[in-house]
């Protein structure tokens, strides 16, 4: 994908973000130093990301529209209160990779003078959602519905998420080019702290004697393969959903047919379908959170330090110690 510009192509209500496009009929002028811009965050990680990208910049004001406790808006429906915070909003930082579903019309009814920043496009290696798994989930949740195309869980991966925070700072440069070395210095050293993270997770669970998991739902893919760790079964296909007990019956199943290690759940979702998988299967069950959601008073570590709790899981559980 190409990363010029700022703008999204909005397709309908189910909006599905690719690569950002100059705006024709809004193309921003570069922010003067006094000019306040109010930056509007899509979901609880991208507003981490946003914040630490911009923190220092005096005439910059960054703001989640999302409470911060609510997780993946997948299935998010905009309230009046959520239209007018767009229609107060000079830029919009969004996931991307259809993450964003509640998007569309509505968005440019409320501020049709908006910039709209994708944090996904240009991003590579991307995990795809097969055009047969697309039709197995819209198959075993009608009603519900997954775009075929990349999976959108970029944030929970820290390299992953060192590349949003680059392409945070690219985009930001543009909009308020007086800001770019701020922008620059603070990415750049985020991004580093990120990509340090992401090797420690690498090397720790290097020589894990076995890297079959079971998780949640599709969100922890991304870390999945930086760390080599064989995703056997997801126990929801759509998060919120619950598997029917036939469906559990196949997850056990495959647990035990392939000697899975463990079952992670996630915190923004009921424990007790992993934790009566995992009894059945005989086999440890933890937590493991996305950081896909947070306190509202979220510190600028918090990202760094929730995702190295999960390293400290993940080698328990694993048994696992760097050599």
């Keep these: 994908m190409k990363s010029g510009g700022i703008g999204l192509v909005l397709l309908g209500v189910a909006m599905v973000l690719v690569a950002p496009l100059a705006c024709s009929k809004h193309?921003?002028?570069?922010?003067?130093?006094?000019?306040?811009?109010?930056?509007?965050?899509?979901?609880?990680?991208?507003?981490?990301?946003?914040?630490?990208?911009?923190?220092?910049?005096?005439?910059?004001?960054?703001?989640?529209?999302?409470?911060?406790?609510?997780?993946?808006?997948?299935?998010?429906?905009?309230?009046?209160?959520d239209m007018r915070k767009i229609a107060d909003a000079n830029v919009f930082v969004a996931n991307g990779l259809g993450m964003e579903e509640f998007l569309g019309e509505p968005i440019k009814r409320a501020n049709d003078k908006i910039l709209l920043i994708d944090t996904s496009a240009g991003i590579g290696d991307l995990i795809q959602i097969t055009p047969e798994e697309h039709e197995e989930q819209e198959e075993a949740h009608e009603g519900h519905h997954h775009h075929a195309g990349a999976n959108p869980h970029l944030f929970a991966s820290p390299r992953m998420a060192a590349r949003i925070v680059r392409r945070i700072a690219a985009e930001f440069s543009k909009i308020?080019?007086?800001?770019?070395?701020?922008?620059?210095?603070?990415?750049?050293?985020?991004?580093?702290?990120?990509?340090?993270?992401?090797?420690?997770?690498?090397?720790?669970?290097?020589?894990?004697?076995?890297?079959?998991?079971?998780?949640?739902?599709?969100?922890?893919?991304?870390?999945?393969?930086?760390?080599?760790?064989?995703?056997?079964?997801?126990m929801e296909e759509h998060p919120g959903q619950e598997p029917s007990a036939s469906g559990m019956l196949e997850i056990v199943r495959k647990i035990k047919a392939s000697g899975t290690a463990a079952v992670f759940t996630e915190p923004q979702?009921?424990?007790?379908?992993?934790?009566?998988?995992?009894?059945?299967?005989?086999?440890?069950?933890?937590?493991?959170?996305?950081?896909?959601?947070?306190?509202?008073?979220?510190t600028p570590d918090y990202y760094e330090k929730t995702m190295r709790a999960n390293l400290a899981t993940l080698v328990e559980i694993l048994g696992s110690k760097a050599k």
């Design 27 to 81: 193309q921003p002028s570069p922010a003067s130093e006094k000019q306040t811009i109010h930056v509007l965050c899509s979901t609880f990680p991208i507003y981490l990301f946003t914040r630490a990208v911009t923190e220092g910049r005096a005439n910059v004001q960054v703001a989640a529209m999302l409470p911060a406790a609510m997780g993946c808006p997948h299935d998010y429906t905009l309230t009046p209160q």
């Design 176 to 234: 308020d080019p007086a800001g770019q070395a701020l922008y620059t210095k603070n990415a750049e050293a985020y991004a580093a702290s990120l990509d340090k993270l992401a090797d420690d997770f690498a090397a720790a669970l290097k020589n894990a004697p076995n890297k079959r998991i079971v998780t949640e739902h599709a969100v922890f893919d991304y870390l999945a393969r930086d760390c080599r760790l064989e995703i056997v079964a997801v």
């Design 269 to 298: 979702y009921p424990a007790k379908v992993g934790r009566t998988i995992a009894q059945e299967a005989g086999v440890p069950v933890a937590v493991l959170d996305p950081v896909a959601s947070g306190p509202e008073d979220a």
